[in-house]
Each structure stands twice: as structure tokens, then as C-alpha cells.
């Protein structure tokens, strides 16, 4: 799908955000991380003007994105779609058959311990293997989740992204989450903003798409989604764009 910048701003947006590489840019580690204040300012400005219509949607945990927003508390789905929660603050879980899982990540921290460069992270419900800081062992990589996650059966599934191979429960994903967060209030009636940048994103940007809404791709690679922006800067610098029209009075984010 060709790309285009971008869209007309309107008063009847729902934003759905990404965090990694869309909000912020990647670190070597996923806890080397850090949110600093102008963001947060800007996603206050931006729950102000959207009416609350802001959340978040990561493949992180509920329970990490609160950690890195704090002391805000948005709206969010965490660990693609399989937790979330609503603007009334209900957590709703999918729960897989965890101790399968916890077998699984034994026999993932053995892997790690053997090939320096990967790193497992534990979300509680899904488990991914990070090989950013050791490309080559990319193939290692997704065949060793490969074989973990044909074990443990249908109730979970492998998903990969940006340098990360995913254990994850079936059935759920950052689509779900967006279908599941505009059938209720703030977003219910709006007009859904997805901006994501990784594959983990498609199922999103498809959902989006068909309920006529904007899906914004962040960086390059192929896409389902119809709008284009460079990086993690231009996402804030855009979203800080929308807050300064939709609310003249807001102070303009430094680029």
C-alpha cells in the first residue's frame, strides 16, 4: 500500500499509540527504556483535547506501561491485547494455561545463557526473545520459539517483530484491543488513530482501516496502513501539532 503524509486534522480522533518505536525510540533493552517530562506533557495535552480518547498499546505489560507513564494512568492494552484496560480502570485478562508457560521460559533462559546477545523477557502471560544486540542469531532465534511454541500447543501462538520472536496466547491481539476500546466511552463515536511501527502493528492498522479510520505507519518496511511518519521525533512532533490546533492555547512541543 502506498503511503502518504498526512492526514487533515479533525476534533473526532481516538488515538491509539504504540510505545517502542513509535512513542520512543528503541533501546538495546527494553528496561533501558525511560519516558522523559515533555512527553508526558504532551500526552496530557492530548487526553485533554481528544476528550480522553487516548491509549496505549504495547506489547508490553499493563503493569510496565504504567511504570514508564507514571504518574499517568491511560487507557491500555498490554501484551498485545491480551490485558487491558478501560478508562473505567476494569482490567480484563486472557489467561492462558500459565504453567505450560513457565516451563517454557526455563528452557528459555537456558538458551540465553548459551548464546550472548539474546535476552528473554518475561511479561507474565507471554514470553519474548530479544536478539537486537546480536542480529545474527536471528535464525536461532525464531527456530528455538518455533519448536517452544508448537510444544505448548493452540492455546498460544509465535509472533514476530522489530529484532524479537514472541510467545503469545491465541486469539488476541492489538487489533482486538482497538476493535474492543472504541465500542466504549471516550472512543466510542470517534474516529480511531492507530500509529504503530512493527509488524505486531498490522493486525491494528487492519482494524482501523476498515472502520474508516487513520493507520499510520512509523519508519519504513511494508504496511497495511495508509500514512507514513519517519520515526518516533516526528510521531511527538505531529501529535504535539494536533494539540497546538486543537487547542491554540497549548504550548507548541520542541522538535
Known amino acids: 500500500m502506498t503511503m502518504r503524509r498526512m492526514p487533515p486534522f479533525a476534533g ?8 517502542d518505536g513509535t512513542l520512543l525510540e528503541y533501546a538495546p533493552q527494553p528496561g533501558e527504556v525511560r519516558v522523559g517530562s515533555e512527553l508526558l506533557e504532551l500526552l496530557e495535552r492530548l487526553r485533554a483535547v481528544a476528550g480522553g480518547a487516548v491509549a496505549l498499546i504495547s506489547g508490553r505489560s499493563v503493569q ?8 499517568l494512568a491511560f487507557p491500555v ?29 526455563a528452557d528459555l533462559v537456558q538458551l540465553t545463557a548459551a548464546h550472548a546477545g539474546l535476552v528473554l523477557e518475561n511479561k507474565g502471560m507471554a514470553l519474548a526473545l530479544h536478539y537486537r ?48 476500546f472504541t465500542a466504549e466511552e471516550p472512543f466510542a463515536g470517534r474516529r480511531p488513530v492507530f500509529i504503530g511501527d512493527d509488524l505486531t502493528d498490522e493486525p491494528g492498522f487492519d482494524v482501523v482501516n476498515r472502520m474508516g479510520g487513520h493507520a499510520v505507519k512509523v519508519g519504513a518496511g ?26 491554540p492555547h497549548a504550548t507548541r512541543m520542541p522538535g
Request: proline share 4%; charged share 25%.
Open 77 to 105: 492494552a498490554g501484551q498485545h491485547g491480551t490485558e487491558r484496560r478501560g478508562a473505567d480502570g476494569t482490567i480484563r485478562r486472557h489467561a492462558p494455561p500459565l504453567e505450560k508457560l513457565g516451563h517454557a521460559a
Open 133 to 180: 544486540q546480536a542480529p545474527a542469531l536471528r535464525l536461532i532465534a525464531e527456530r528455538e520459539m518455533r519448536a517452544i511454541a508448537s510444544a505448548l500447543g493452540d492455546a498460544f501462538e509465535l509472533q514476530t517483530g522489530k529484532f524479537v520472536v514472541e510467545i503469545k496466547p491465541s486469539g488476541k491481539d492489538k487489533g482486538s484491543a482497538i476493535a474492543e
Open 222 to 247: 511494508i504496511t497495511r496502513a495508509r500514512w507514513h511518519l519517519s520515526d518516533a521525533a516526528a510521531v511527538r512532533r505531529w501529535l504535539a501539532s494536533y494539540a497546538q490546533q486543537l487547542d
Open 12 to 19: 473526532d480522533w481516538a488515538f491509539f499509540l504504540d510505545v
Open 64 to 71: 510496565d506501561i504504567d511504570a514508564l507513564f507514571a504518574p
